[in-house]
């Protein structure tokens, strides 16, 4: 089973523990509407996808799971505030443009948000770097940086500073080790590999 495919059951079981049946659901980056179309199944969840992928939108359509192409901070405007109670940022965060406009956008639209990232501070990626010089290439990070896509690598700690800036509290949040099944009880920054976040407004509208 290779490490994507881990990550994705890795979403389903934490993502899914947490929302509730019959909840309204936005899923930011909803790639082919996998983790949608298991919502909806298990939870009888209203769910939505974005996605800016065509292809993958198809992929939705398949599936019988509501999706539509276009970009994430767009497909928010239309909706007034907190008309979800989920919306999800899983696997998504890193690929962001204007990352801090959509969560803030998120964080209105929807009363809590499911948010899912690689740490890009995890232990290996710094001792490489440190070795080496240059950015660590493995399944996590597969591409050389002249031939990525445009990224945002964010750390555990620079996202927990993040919300507390921004008027968002983490209510919950699972570290992941670095074969992301099992728990990271120490050093979350250093030592976890993936970590999902359930965030709230702790006041007011996130300011952006």
């Known amino acids: 089973m290779n490490r ?38 298990a939870k009888d969840v209203y769910g939505i996808g974005v996605d800016p992928d065509l292809e993958k939108i198809q992929g939705c359509v398949k599936r019988g799971v509501s999706a539509y192409q276009g970009d994430a901070l767009e497909s928010m405007h239309v909706y007034p505030e907190q008309f979800f109670d989920w919306v999800i940022i899983s696997r998504t965060l890193h690929e962001l443009q204007h990352t801090a406009e959509v969560l803030s956008e998120a964080a209105r639209v929807g009363r809590l948000l499911a948010v899912g990232f690689t740490n890009f501070a995890y232990w290996k990626n710094r001792l490489h770097m440190a070795a080496t010089g240059h950015r660590i290439e493995n399944e996590v990070y597969p591409d050389p940086w002249f031939q990525s896509a445009p990224t945002n690598p964010v750390s555990i700690n620079e ?13 919950d949040h699972v570290y992941l080790a670095g074969n992301w ?23 007011g509208v996130c300011r952006t």
């Open 4 to 41: 994507s495919t881990i990550k994705r059951e890795v979403d389903f079981q934490i993502i899914s523990d947490w929302i509730e049946p019959g909840s309204r659901v936005l899923d930011l980056g909803c790639g082919r509407g996998i983790l949608l179309e298991h919502l909806i199944k």
């Open 159 to 171: 996202f927990e500073q993040y919300c507390s800036n921004k008027g968002l509290k983490v209510q």
């Open 181 to 203: 099944r099992s728990a990271c009880r120490f050093w979350p920054n250093l030592l976890a590999g993936y970590v999902v976040y359930k965030v709230g407004r702790s006041e």
